[in-house]
């Protein structure tokens, strides 16, 4: 019976440490260092480090955040961010704005 016992207190421990380290993991984009903004034509992730963009600005009708950025090497250092509807665009941009 005791052993029954600690087996399950276990098996709720293990489940329950699972799910708390699951919240203090997950972290928004927008408060990271560096912002996923999409793929290239090979499909190779573009990202961009928060600290080389100067601006970034929200175009509502195409439904994305440009993102202006500082490159020696390109003369337009530009990339862009999609989002599939305005509701995760409006989200997505009310954190970028508070977590910048």
Not at 44 to 62: D, H, P, R, Y
Not at 84 to 100: A, C, F, G, V
Request: proline share 1%.
């Amino acid at each position: 019976m005791k052993l029954k016992n600690n087996l399950w207190a276990g098996v709720l421990l293990v489940f329950l440490a699972g799910i708390f380290m699951g919240s203090f993991l997950e972290k928004s984009e927008t408060k990271l260092k560096v912002i996923m903004a999409g793929v290239d034509e090979k499909g190779n992730s573009v990202c961009v480090n928060k600290s080389q963009v100067f601006l970034f600005k929200k175009l509502n009708g195409e439904k994305k955040i440009i993102f202006h950025y500082h490159d020696a090497l390109s003369k337009e250092a530009i990339v862009s961010k999609s989002f599939p509807d305005s509701e995760t665009l409006e989200t997505y941009w009310d954190q970028l704005i508070r977590n910048w």
